[in-house]
């Protein structure tokens, strides 16, 4: 089925021109339900692992907490909290399990609802927010085939959440003919796609090192999906189509913000699983005494929660600066959403040193599956190699700081 076609009810009853109002969404507190669903997904980190996806009643109890909505607009029914309370969220929610975390946060992949056209966002989500997954990667293609019209064809690897979702918003080019259509730049036209997970089929690929449990499956088109042209958007280059101070950060400073609690929640769980075990441990030459009675493991531990914690601190400072530039109604400087991308490489980093320690530190009994340290390891080593935390960020950043143009995406 179409796009077209599966909105033909809703254009028959409405005009293009109004946006269907969302159903009301029940009201809740996101910290109360986030720290109750980090109890649950703490203890069934393991399910997820061995299905290697979220397991369908944690996912209905994300839904049923909104908290795939974190960014949603509330005129679209979501919740549109602060970006600190956004990271914090995340950051909760991994330092539970780093898949579910990582699940959860590409789950508002309804905030990018934001950049569609109202009425279109509204139609989408008029029975409630559907759970949705996206892959900013162009791996498809968008051909023109009628006025006001397109196909939509590809296949998208890592695409997190694909099991459990209901709409795809993920990455196209369009093209002139055989070729890229290009901007007046010389960069292609890259949008995002809307459609629904109906026409797409999951390749069963995710075998993966870490986030496991992540369901990060290839999504591939059935063949070719007629899209209206207002269901493609051009976040990367173009401003939110909806008010308010979450909206004035451009697209890849939104990202940032859901992002980058990821690595800050596994690094801190990693550091606090090792104070637990270390006492416990004892090995030669003396084992007399504990691997917490070692004074250079004390010393490369009070370093790396140091440096974790440090990093959450400028993320802090960070997104407050760019936060209070929306709030008194400015887009946030490019200057600022260096210091953004630049956080987000900090915390990794820290994270990735300390996740490195916990391991080491931990003996062989942290190898065993069972043991959260070594899922620890595994999950970060996984985010790390994620487009969102190129290197390129410090590269903006230090551009920045010289006074020297730079991209921020």
Avoid at 299 to 316: D, F, Q
Wanted: aromatic content about 8%; proline content about 8%; overall charge negative.
């Amino acid at each position: 089925m179409s796009i077209i076609e599966a909105v033909a009810t809703v254009e028959t009853s409405i005009p293009t021109s109004l946006a269907p109002a969302p159903k009301r969404a029940p009201i809740v507190d996101p910290l109360a339900e986030t720290a109750r669903l980090a109890a649950s997904f703490r203890e069934r980190a393991m399910d997820g692992e061995h299905l290697r996806t979220m397991p369908a009643d944690l996912v209905a109890k994300v839904r049923a907490a909104r908290l795939f909505t974190l960014a949603l607009p509330r005129s679209l029914g979501g919740l549109e909290l602060d970006p600190l309370t956004i990271v914090d969220i995340i950051e909760q929610l991994t330092y539970a399990d780093g898949s579910a975390g990582w699940t959860t946060m590409i789950g508002n992949s309804t905030s990018f609802l934001a950049w569609f056209d109202p009425s279109v966002a509204a139609a989408v989500v008029a029975d409630g927010a559907p759970t949705m997954a996206s892959v900013f990667a162009p791996k498809g293609t968008a051909v023109a085939v009628d006025p006001g019209a397109f196909d939509v064809n590809g296949r998208w690897s890592f695409a997190s959440g694909s099991p459990h979702a209901e709409w795809f918003i993920n990455g196209v080019i369009v093209m002139d003919g055989p070729a890229p259509r290009m901007h007046a730049g010389g960069q292609p036209d890259w949008r995002f796609a809307l459609f629904p997970a109906a026409d797409t089929e999951i390749v069963d690929t995710w075998d993966a090192l870490g986030l496991r449990g992540t369901g990060s499956h290839d999504v591939q088109t059935k063949s070719p999906i007629r899209v209206p042209e207002d269901y493609l958007a051009m976040p990367f280059n173009s401003p939110a189509r909806h008010d308010g101070p979450l909206y004035r950060f451009p697209f890849w400073g939104l990202l940032g913000v859901l992002m980058s609690g990821v690595p800050l929640g596994i690094a801190q769980r990693a550091l606090d699983e090792l104070v637990a075990l270390a006492p416990q441990k004892h090995r030669p030459p003396n084992p007399a005494v504990s691997v917490a009675g070692d004074p250079h493991l004390q010393i490369e531990m009070a370093r790396a929660e140091t440096r974790v914690r440090g990093a959450k601190a400028y993320l802090v400072d960070s997104i407050g600066c760019a936060w209070d530039t929306a709030c008194n109604g400015d887009v946030p400087s490019n200057g600022q959403l260096a210091a953004i991308q630049m956080a987000m490489l900090d915390g990794l980093d820290s994270g990735i040193a300390a996740v490195d320690l916990a391991l080491r530190a931990g003996g062989a009994s942290s190898v065993y599956s069972h043991q959260p340290i070594q899922r620890c390891f595994r999950d970060l080593h996984t985010v790390a190699q994620h487009a969102a935390f190129n290197i390129q960020g410090a590269a903006n950043y230090g551009r920045s700081r010289f006074g020297l143009d730079q991209q921020t995406g």
